[in-house]
């Protein structure tokens, strides 16, 4: 009962091994277990050496194979339509299964080879076997405990989107800004009401959900218009696509609200205290395997709340790390008057 409070059955609780991040963890924990190990047998630093780098040779096949088989389990896993009826424990079972099999299939290969005899003389095939199982299983458990300590972010993040947008001032001046264009521009109300909706309708969606780049820009679109209601022509918008063709906007996956908060920043603390056409700059573009996202806005220093933009900015960068790992970055600066915010991901479809 417990656990289906954590988790549906449809969770992939497959770590994501296609990840840089993961994959450098387990590589690193993994040799250093391996070291710590061989230097309890007290051989000697120089001997434990040698003899660590001949093993590392062995661990680091067995734990890039069983990496990447357990990448293309998750993905598969991902796109099986069947998936919200395969149980939690099976998941956690191939986690340490893959490793196992994978080491009985790599010592079979190379027995015949005098050098691996040579080199591995003592070496026990059901130890090895089991040890990898246990790891497996460890890695699993640990990445599983991980999604579950920043899953109060997710939620934290969700109900900030929530709050900030449903605040009092927002939706009074929305719907004031509305009310002025019924009776002189009614089609312009009826689109600005039909965008409030949907700006509502995806903040209650679930902030772990992907959308594509498309969508996210329409609703970035959505949300401004709204603005420029109220903020008239105080408010201008460059958009900027480079080297994405609209075919690839509509194919790659990004987190759900992950702009729009930011534009949302950039018009509260840029365009509004300004008295004049105050500019927001969006760049996107790819960059070999990722995106790079580029908001600027006017700075005002003597308006500047200490602490203001940085909730949101924080929210978002730990939303960042549980989604993307350390293949994500999130940067801040304030340049020529200017406060600058960029972001890098993978590039996914």
């Known amino acids: 009962m417990h ?7 449809a969770d992939v609780l497959i770590p994501d091994c296609c990840n840089i991040g993961i994959v450098f963890r387990v590589l690193i924990v ?26 590392a040779m062995l661990v680091e096949m067995i734990s890039l194979l069983s990496l990447f088989v357990l990448c293309g389990v998750r993905r598969l896993a991902e796109l099986d339509p069947q998936r919200d009826k395969s149980p939690a424990w099976l998941q956690r079972l191939a ?16 027995e015949p080879f005098e050098w691996f005899v040579f080199s591995f003389p003592h070496l026990s095939d ?25 899953s ?11 709050q900030a947008r449903i605040r009092p001032h927002f939706l009074f001046n ?24 949907d700006l509502f309708r995806v903040l209650m969606r679930d902030t772990r959900d992907v959308t594509t780049l498309k969508e996210e820009i329409d609703l970035c679109q959505q949300y401004l218009s709204i603005e420029k209601i109220r903020l008239g022509d105080r408010l201008h918008v460059e958009w900027d696509t480079v080297n994405l063709a609209p075919e690839e906007l509509r194919e790659i996956k990004i987190a759900s609200l992950l702009l729009q908060p930011l534009l949302e920043n950039a018009v509260h603390y840029g365009v509004e205290p300004s008295l004049t056409t105050a500019l927001i700059s969006i760049t996107i ?16 220093a003597d308006q500047a709340v200490p602490g203001g933009n940085h909730m949101a900015l924080d929210n978002i960068r ?10 994500s970055q999130m940067t801040n600066q304030i340049i020529n008057d200017h406060f600058v915010v960029q972001l890098y991901f993978p590039y996914k479809k």
């Open 3 to 9: 656990e289906q409070t954590k988790y549906t059955s």
């Open 152 to 162: 109060p972010a997710l939620g934290e993040a969700r109900l900030q989107a929530l």
């Open 285 to 300: 573009q790819r960059s070999l395997d990722k995106i790079e996202i580029r908001i600027s806005n006017p700075f005002h």
């Open 95 to 110: 986690c340490g299964l893959v490793p196992a099999l994978v080491a009985v299939l790599l010592l079979r290969a190379l």
């Open 126 to 150: 059901v130890f090895t076997v089991i040890l990898c199982f246990m790891f497996g299983l460890a890695f699993q458990h640990y990445f599983e405990l991980r999604s579950r300590a920043f």
């Open 318 to 327: 730990q939303r960042l790390l549980l989604l993307y790992d350390i293949e």
């Open 174 to 197: 929305s719907l004031n800004a509305v009310l002025s264009l019924i009776r002189a521009e009614p089609r312009r109300a009826e689109t600005a009401l039909e965008d409030l909706a």
């Open 30 to 55: 993994v040799n250093v277990a391996v070291l710590l190990g061989l230097l309890a047998r007290g051989q000697g630093w120089l001997l434990n050496l040698q003899e660590f780098i001949e093993t």
